[in-house]
């Protein structure tokens, strides 16, 4: 299994921006944190970058849940969703795999919330 879901989209990429916070929103998701990657190399190293954009997606009861089985898995958290162009121009949407990144922590009970945000974050790529 991959470490990340991806969608190429048909929207521009400020269209696509949108469709994300709603699609996010709909499945209990909240954007804690946006980062515009393009903007900040830019601005820390003078470099030209392609649109690129990283959001960090929380869904509080289950963020809760899991703090509670694992007091160390804020290191994991928020999930991260990525925006980017390409260089073809398409753009795609990609969303990190729980079930992946919740194996590198040896607890099981985990295993049941990293199922229902992976579904959740499943279902959030499948309405873009």
Known sequence: MAYFNSKVV?????????????????????????INVKDTLKKKLDVDFRNYKI??????????????????????LPCNVILQEKHDGT??????????SMQAVKNSALSEVATEVSKKLERFLATL
């Open 55 to 76: 959001f960090g997606a929380c869904n509080p009861p289950l963020a809760y849940k899991a703090l509670l089985m694992e007091e160390n898995i804020g290191v994991l």
């Open 91 to 100: 753009v795609q949407v990609s969303a990190v795999n729980p079930m992946e």
């Open 10 to 34: 048909n929207y521009s990429f400020e269209e696509a921006e949108n469709k994300i916070k709603e699609a996010l929103q709909k499945e209990g998701f909240g954007v804690l944190t946006e």
